[in-house]
C-alpha cells in the first residue's frame, strides 16, 4: 500500500457505544491528524500527533481520544458516541519535507443513532 | 470572520471551459496555501501547494497567489467531466497551544464544481 488507510468504511452505531477508528500511513510521516468534515463546517481538527508518543488537542477535541503508540498508527476512540458525533471523519499525515501538505485517508462515514 | 472565506458555488460549467476558484484570506502568517480536490464519498486529494506570490503550473492546472490582497486562485484549463468534484482551499500555519506547537491547515469551506460535457 502507499499512503493511508482507515477502517471501518463505514459504520452505524448505538449511542453510548464506544468506538475506535483506525489509521495507518505506510509513508513514515511523524505528524498525523484526524478531522471531522461536517456539510456547512468544512474540515475540523479533533487531535493531532507530532511524533510517536505525543498527541495534542485540536479545534474540537471533546468526546474524543487518540493515541500514537508507534509511528504507522493513529487510532481516534469515541469513548460513549452521541449523535451529534455522526460525521465523515478523515485521517491525514503531514510530509516532513517542509511544505506543510498533507495527505488524506479515505475517509469513514459513522451514523450515531 | 472566518480566517478564509471561499465561494461553496456550485459553479457549472461546459467541457472545455477555463474554471477559476478563489479563496481570501485575513491571516498574514499563513505560509503554503494549497488547493485539494474532494470527490463524492472520497477524501482530499492534494493537487497543488505553493509558498509565494506569483504563479505555479501544473497540466491543466495553475495556482496563483497574491499575498498583497491575500487572495488565492486555482485556473482549470479544458476542463473535463472528471474534474467535477469540490475543490478546497487550504492554508498553513503554525499554532502554538499549551507549550507545544503544531503545523495546522486552515480550510476554506470548498467550492462545488461540475462540468456537463
Known amino acids: 500500500i502507499a499512503g493511508i488507510t482507515q477502517a471501518p468504511t463505514s459504520q452505524i452505531l448505538a449511542a453510548g457505544r464506544r468506538m475506535t477508528l483506525r489509521c495507518t500511513q505506510d509513508m513514515r510521516h511523524n505528524a498525523m491528524y484526524w478531522y471531522r468534515q461536517d456539510l456547512g463546517l468544512g474540515l475540523r481538527l479533533i487531535h493531532y500527533?507530532?511524533?510517536?508518543?505525543?498527541?495534542g488537542k485540536g479545534e474540537v477535541p471533546d468526546g474524543y481520544s487518540v493515541s500514537r503508540a508507534n509511528t504507522d498508527d493513529f487510532p481516534l476512540t469515541l469513548a460513549s458516541a452521541v449523535p451529534s458525533q455522526t460525521s465523515v471523519y478523515f485521517c491525514?499525515?503531514?510530509?516532513?519535507?517542509?511544505?506543510?501538505?498533507?495527505?488524506f485517508g479515505p475517509g469513514t462515514r459513522l451514523t450515531v443513532l | 470572520q472566518k480566517e478564509v472565506e471561499q465561494d461553496p458555488g456550485p459553479l457549472s460549467v461546459p467541457e472545455g471551459a477555463i474554471v477559476s476558484l478563489n479563496c481570501t484570506y485575513s491571516?498574514?502568517?499563513?505560509?503554503?496555501f494549497m488547493w485539494y480536490r474532494q470527490y463524492s464519498r472520497k477524501g482530499p486529494e492534494l493537487l497543488m501547494y505553493t509558498y509565494s506570490s506569483g504563479n505555479k503550473e501544473d497540466g491543466r492546472f495553475t495556482a496563483q497567489v497574491d499575498k498583497s490582497s491575500k487572495y488565492i486562485s486555482l485556473f482549470i484549463r479544458d476542463s473535463q467531466p472528471s474534474d467535477s468534484a469540490t475543490y478546497l482551499c487550504?492554508?498553513?500555519?503554525?499554532?502554538?497551544?499549551?507549550?507545544?506547537?503544531?503545523?495546522?491547515?486552515?480550510f476554506g469551506q470548498g467550492t462545488i464544481l461540475t462540468v456537463h460535457p
Open positions: 491525514a499525515s503531514r510530509t516532513d519535507r517542509g511544505t506543510d501538505t498533507q495527505y
Open positions: 500527533s507530532n511524533t510517536a508518543g505525543t498527541t
Open positions: 487550504a492554508m498553513s500555519s503554525s499554532v502554538n497551544a499549551g507549550g507545544t506547537s503544531y503545523g495546522k491547515l486552515t
Open positions: 491571516n498574514s502568517a499563513f505560509q503554503y
